[in-house]
């Protein structure tokens, strides 16, 4: 692979840089895209042709898969994986904490004769059993019933951390409970996607899959390590609870969009591509509006692919800032008096026939199909704001929600005046006057060689909690924090001691 070098800073004593001061960067960054991904196209080169088309009904259809195909799949696991040094395998999941879990289990099995081979078998692929005891439940279930189950969710690919196979799964009781985030997740996108493929029948025939789509965006703060273990406040709660406000307030924001630090920039290097090894496709990265605040971004996904990258990002952030001796922030408001940080959800609607159902089309039927699904989205914010309220409700986020940087404590729909004007049209509707054609001739001339620039059909509503922002709903209230911020001990970030 060909490669650029370049020079870390001289004061910066980053211990994991070569022993020249260097590092090796790619040059393109989608050479690595999934390299330790257990992908489509590494599960087309590993499985055979019955196990290669049942993972895809499974992840596409919501079929189920045999045992005997998991028996394939889990050889074709441990093959891929031990080709580039894996040792151990282990259900990563998400209880209720806050953070992922993971129980590590080696390949490593004795045989006859004092002799040892590598086995993993589609039993252990599918299930696993860590102790569910320990975790929270939300009081559905005695503490003495400590079985628990992890079971593969095969519609999210594994992936390699270090040395250690990862496999997505959900969490359950013993008695059926639910005890994680992604069971209910997988039940709301399999309740979203038949309710929105049964409308789509009136409009087109050919689609037989809606799909849930999200593009998140990551806010943070990075704080120099030994400026961060001289605040007892900050290492345990992970927000300063003394000191003097700031000289100034908002006003600190003149940085926004500026010129990315060189020691940040080197931490956001290195972050890149631990992502585009994961299959995690960032493609954003600049300064936010606080002092030492930054934002990152990957391309829209899947759902339930997006939340696992998601948290997944967060471990492997907290993992290499340290190694810049940093420490990162992920409260949501972690300095009194500044910017605070967020995750904004951009949330969408695909069909397996290509179409963005959020998008206005550029004819009546298409925007009677795009209205369908535009007012029944306000309708459900509308009827479950409380629910939508409670679910980014914590005493962090709540320090954040309703001051100048963030959106209002109230959910609320934000949709643009062209739009509103649509919607007010609809009480009274006439043959073809149903939506907003306007958008393909609405033009911003400027001044001089600049082209023409054609204008979204809503304006970006950055106090909204729940926005229309041309073609899809952000909702900007979301919470940030997650227990990894307080999770530091001064030594090496090691999640195998602090997760799980």
């Not at 020079?7 to 090796?24: G, I």
């Not at 393909?440 to 400027?446: E, G, Q, S, Y």
């Amino acid at each position: 692979m060909s490669t650029l070098r370049f020079k870390a800073l001289e004061t910066l004593p980053f211990k994991d840089f070569r022993r020249d001061n260097s590092v090796e960067v790619p040059v393109k960054l989608s050479e690595l895209f999934c390299q330790n991904v257990f992908s489509e196209e590494t599960m087309r080169e590993y499985l055979t042709k019955e196990a290669f088309q049942s993972i895809l009904d499974a992840m596409k259809k919501g079929t189920k898969i045999q045992r005997h195909i998991a028996d394939q799949v889990a050889v074709a696991m441990k093959d891929w994986a031990m080709s580039k040094g894996v040792t151990h395998y282990t259900h990563w999941f998400q209880p209720l904490t806050g953070s992922t879990a993971e129980k590590h289990d080696s390949f490593f099995t004795p045989i006859e004769g004092g002799r040892a081979i590598e086995r993993f078998s589609g039993n252990l692929l599918i299930q696993q059993e860590p102790d569910a005891s320990s975790f929270p439940n939300g009081g559905i279930r005695n503490t003495f019933e400590a079985r628990g189950y992890t079971a593969w969710d095969p519609t999210s690919p594994a992936f390699i951390m270090g040395t250690t196979l990862c496999i997505p799964s959900i969490f359950i009781s013993y008695t059926g409970e639910t005890l994680d985030y992604k069971a209910p997740l997988l039940r709301a996108l399999n309740a979203v996607d038949e309710a929105a493929t049964n409308v789509m029948q009136y409009f087109d025939k050919n689609v037989t899959k809606v799909t849930p789509t999200l593009g998140w965006e990551q806010e943070y703060f990075l704080v120099d390590s030994a400026l961060y273990q001289s605040r007892p406040d900050l290492v345990l709660t992970g927000k300063t609870l003394l000191g003097h406000s700031p000289a100034k307030g908002q006003q600190l924001d003149d940085h926004y969009f500026g010129s990315i630090p060189t020691r940040v920039m080197n931490f956001m290097k290195e972050l890149e591509i631990e992502c585009m090894k994961l299959g995690i496709p960032v493609t954003t990265r600049h300064n936010e509006v606080a002092p030492n605040q930054f934002e990152l971004a990957p391309m829209f996904e899947e759902v339930n692919v997006a939340v696992d990258h998601n948290s997944l990002l967060m471990d492997v952030m907290a993992r290499i800032a340290h190694r810049h001796h940093f420490h990162i922030l992920f409260h949501e408001k972690p300095f009194a008096g500044v910017n605070g940080s967020g995750k904004h959800n951009n949330w969408s609607l695909a069909t397996d026939t290509g179409e963005n159902l959020l998008s206005p089309g550029k004819n009546p039927k298409k925007n009677l199909q795009f209205l369908t699904f535009f007012v029944n989205t306000i309708k459900a914010v509308h009827e479950y704001a409380d629910l939508l309220r409670a679910s980014i409700a914590s005493a962090s986020n709540d320090h954040r929600l309703g001051a100048n940087e963030a959106p209002p404590a109230i959910i609320s729909v934000f949709i643009g005046s062209q739009l509103f004007r649509v919607l007010e049209e609809l009480e009274k509707v006439t043959e073809g006057k149903l939506s907003p054609d306007e958008k393909t001739d609405l033009k911003l001339n400027v001044v001089g060689k600049i082209p023409e620039i054609l204008l979204d059909n809503t304006d970006r509503n950055r106090t909204s909690p729940f926005a229309f922002t041309g073609n899809k709903f952000e909702i900007r209230a979301v919470g940030f924090f997650c227990k990894l911020c307080r999770i530091y001990d001064g030594n090496e970030y090691d999640c195998s001691k602090t997760i799980g």
